[in-house]
T-cell receptor
Framework: NAGVMQNPRHLVRRRGQEARLRCSPMKGHSHVYWYRQLPEEGLKFMVYLQKENIIDESGMPKERFSAEFPKEGPSILRIQQVVRGDSAAYFC???????????FGSGTQLSVL | GESVGLHLPTLSVQEGDNSIINCAYSNSASDYFIWYKQESGKGPQFIIDIRSNMDKRQGQRVTVLLNKTVKHLSLQIAATQPGDSAVYFCAENIALKGQNFVFGPGTRLSVLP
């Protein structure tokens, strides 16, 4: 009965490196959402995916950021050539269906040196 | 009382008192709303939800009120406890935008002994 699992919990990267954040949704959930949060701020929507499909990526920068949710395995948020401004907490959430409550993981704290 | 901090508005209440946290939502087409609680270093935790065909819903010690006329949502916490100290977010589901949830800026609740 595990909840949403995110890993790693903390990720440190140098400028120019790639960051890969993983999210395994709750069992039975086929909808995944990624949010970004800066300290003392709210959650900013990035991307919404269903299995093998991107439904809405309007919150995700067009360059360097990509997301996938393959048929098998976790959802991946990938950030190429990271910059200091990418430092933030990235939260993944899953839901059983569209317009259903979201359950969140514990987040990945990305620090770019 | 309520004050606006650098980023997050803060509500301070005495232990045992009732708390009311307010949220103005943005889209009159939104039809589903959720309140989340986020403790430091953790992911948001579901508290209570309400759909637009209702104007009030009660849970254990919490009540959500929805006023669609003025696009306002509130969370009432009865007999506030120290463990209620956290940041509270409202989220609206904008059905016209592919069912992704948009979060409000958040309110920090501080419970005084």
């Amino acid at each position: 009965n595990a909840g949403v699992m995110q890993n790693p919990r903390h990720l440190v990267r140098r400028r120019g490196q790639e960051a890969r954040l993983r999210c395994s949704p709750m069992k039975g959930h086929s909808h995944v959402y990624w949010y970004r949060q800066l300290p003392e701020e709210g959650l900013k929507f990035m991307v919404y995916l269903q299995k093998e499909n991107i439904i809405d990526e309007s919150g995700m920068p067009k360059e360097r950021f990509s997301a996938e949710f393959p048929k098998e395995g976790p959802s991946i948020l990938r950030i190429q050539q990271v910059v200091r401004g990418d430092s933030a907490a990235y939260f993944c959430a899953s839901s059983q269906g569209a317009n259903e409550k979201l359950f969140f993981g514990s987040g990945t704290q990305l620090s770019v040196l | 009382g309520e004050s606006v901090g650098l980023h997050l508005p803060t509500l301070s209440v005495q232990e045992g008192d009732n708390s009311i946290i307010n949220c103005a939502y943005s889209n009159s087409a939104s039809d589903y709303f959720i309140w989340y609680k986020q403790e430091s270093g953790k992911g948001p935790q579901f508290i209570i939800d309400i759909r637009s065909n209702m104007d009030k819903r009660q849970g254990q010690r919490v009540t959500v009120l929805l006023n669609k006329t003025v696009k306002h949502l509130s969370l009432q916490i009865a007999a506030t406890q120290p463990g209620d100290s956290a940041v509270y977010f409202c989220a609206e589901n904008i059905a016209l935008k592919g069912q992704n949830f948009v979060f409000g800026p958040g309110t920090r609740l501080s419970v005084l002994p």
